[in-house]
């Protein structure tokens, strides 16, 4: 019984220095087997040999952390216009997709010394998008794109400005990221009014989270 007891104090102990060094996104970017973490276990499998490893925390806990190092398949996000609409055709918006997956070949520099992920997908498809409308992209992620790896998204617009120019007032954004067994996981929620004013000066807002 205190061997027990003492096993679950060594193991909670461990478990607090892994999260201080932030070694579980470390683990996400090196174990390419990883199988499930359950509320008081980590089973991390390799090409031979299936380790496990005890963590006597609450599930809630755990299961962020799983989630983590969870491959994502998509993300969706979700855009409230305005009382001024995004007029599509020749005015447009576009995605970028920041990540620090490395192992791509595409880490996040936001200084450009390195490209997004994803870059300039299309948002509203030439689509227009009225006053108060509520409008949703869904974006599928390259393979190996894990959910701490996930960093931010800018949005952009095309417009030109001038008298004929374009205006679009966005209300709110919120950004869901879906794990490939099915699980969403919310990244961003703001809301506004407007949460941002596109101009034909004003053609950029990033989201960081």
């Given at each position: 019984?205190?061997?027990?007891?003492?096993?679950?104090?060594?193991?909670?102990?461990?478990?607090?220095?892994?999260?201080?060094?932030?070694?579980?996104?470390?683990?996400?970017?090196?174990?390419?087997?990883?199988?499930?973490?359950?509320?008081?276990?980590?089973?991390?499998?390799?090409?031979?040999?299936?380790?496990?490893?005890?963590?006597?925390?609450?599930?809630?806990?755990?299961?962020?952390?799983?989630?983590?190092?969870?491959?994502?398949?998509y993300i969706e996000v979700e855009i409230a216009t305005g009382r001024d609409?995004?007029?599509?055709?020749?005015?447009?918006?576009?995605?970028?997709?920041?990540?620090?997956?490395?192992?791509?070949?595409?880490?996040?520099?936001?200084?450009?010394?390195?490209?997004?992920?994803?870059?300039?997908?299309?948002?509203?498809?030439?689509?227009?998008?009225?006053?108060?409308?509520?409008?949703?992209?869904?974006?599928?992620?390259?393979?190996?794109?894990?959910?701490?790896?996930?960093?931010?998204?800018?949005?952009?617009?095309?417009?030109?400005?001038?008298?004929?120019?374009?205006?679009?007032?966005?209300?709110?954004?919120?950004?869901?990221?879906?794990?490939?067994?099915?699980?969403?996981?919310?990244?961003?929620?703001?809301?506004?009014?407007?949460?941002?004013?596109?101009?034909?000066?004003?053609?950029?807002y990033q989201v960081r989270w």
């Amino acid at each position: 019984m205190k061997t027990h007891a003492f096993e679950l104090l060594f193991n909670a102990f461990l478990y607090l220095i892994i999260l201080m060094l932030n070694i579980p996104s470390v683990y996400g970017q090196q174990l390419k087997y990883f199988c499930y973490l359950d509320s008081f276990e980590v089973k991390v499998k390799n090409a031979n040999t299936l380790n496990k490893i005890r963590f006597p925390l609450i599930s809630s806990i755990n299961n962020n952390v799983y989630a983590s190092l969870k491959e994502v398949s998509y993300i969706e996000v979700e855009i409230a216009t305005g009382r001024d609409d995004l007029r599509g055709g020749n005015d447009n918006a576009y995605i970028d997709i920041w990540t620090n997956n490395t192992n791509l070949g595409k880490a996040i520099d936001f200084g450009g010394k390195h490209p997004p992920i994803i870059k300039d997908e299309p948002l509203n498809n030439g689509m227009h998008w009225k006053n108060y409308s509520w409008n949703s992209k869904r974006i599928v992620l390259p393979k190996g794109i894990t959910f701490d790896a996930l960093l931010g998204i800018d949005i952009k617009t095309n417009f030109k400005g001038g008298i004929s120019g374009d205006n679009w007032n966005i209300d709110r954004i919120k950004i869901v990221a879906v794990i490939t067994d099915g699980s969403r996981k919310e990244l961003y929620n703001k809301s506004g009014s407007p949460l941002i004013r596109f101009t034909g000066k004003n053609r950029l807002y990033q989201v960081r989270w």
